[in-house]
């Protein structure tokens, strides 16, 4: 980690941007990504999640990989499992610069990228020469019906489930519409699936914000999602992003991640898997989101902050936790 605080110093100093793309472009060259990340194997790690075995519960969110090319080198790091994109039907640009702006003093970000990809064709041919050296999901987040049917149907036979994004702050879909009634007709347009599709929800904070995500949710069963991931980014303003305002990620949201899932689990009685997803950067973060009813946790801006290594602090931690719960006590 002392390592990578050095390098991160340098790579800080550039453009997020700019940093971004370099760490993408390295996840490219034929680096021992298995050392590099250092992940443990104890098998009191393995879980499964919607029928789908884990070597151990964390993932990398959607976000980091917008093009599923470097699947490979992140599923060797050590990751459960690795979302790619988000991806959508047609290709996009995304937003004009400034997209991202870092907090470094909260270990946060705040994003207004616009979800640019190569869409979904392209996506398809791309994750299909692409090794698979973990589980991955795709994340997909169409407005439209027809795309969302003719994404999913391309994206499905080269991943093992896909996480449909109900929530991006980015763009309508997930703010500004009737998000039940939407939500319902998607499901209900994919119809039969090969693979377990996970819905990601929004964040809440107020009474009224959690109910209309609980709204969500249930919803989402009711049409046949196998999972729930929680939760997406915050809408915050940000004046020095292009648009003005973006999705907050990062150790800023932690304090609610832990109280959202345990909301939602309990909404849902638990009837299927809830990834958390917001903030988590040690194993006791991990832990707690996992004693409030995870299944699995995601990580993106941790491994921002922490570098590689955070893969290994997170699997390592875990495991002992798990040890010394099950140690007998000694009198």
Known sequence: MDLYRTVRRALFALPPETTHHFAHTA???????????????????????????????????????????????????????VVAGTFTRAPRRGNPRQTIVRYEHRSSMVNAMGLPNPGAVAAARTLAGTPRTSPRFASIADEAVHDVVETHALLEPHVDAIELNASCPNVSWGRDRDNEAHLAELLAAVGARRTPLFVKLPPFRWDAERDAVLAVASVAIDGGADGLTCSNTRLVRERRLSRGEGGLSGRALLDETPRIVERVVTATRGDVPVNACGGV????EARMCLDAGAATVQIYTALIFQ??????SLTSGLASALHDVEAPVVR
């Open 27 to 81: 996840l490219g060259l034929p680096l021992p990504w298995e050392r590099i990340g250092g992940a443990g194997t104890d098998p009191a790690l393995r879980t499964s999640l919607a029928g789908i075995d884990l070597a151990n519960p964390i993932g990398l969110a959607a976000g980091f990989d917008k093009t599923g090319r470097r699947l490979d080198a992140l599923g060797r790091l050590g990751f459960g499992y």
């Open 307 to 312: 570098g590689p290594r955070v893969v290994r």
């Open 281 to 284: 950067g040690s194993a006791a």
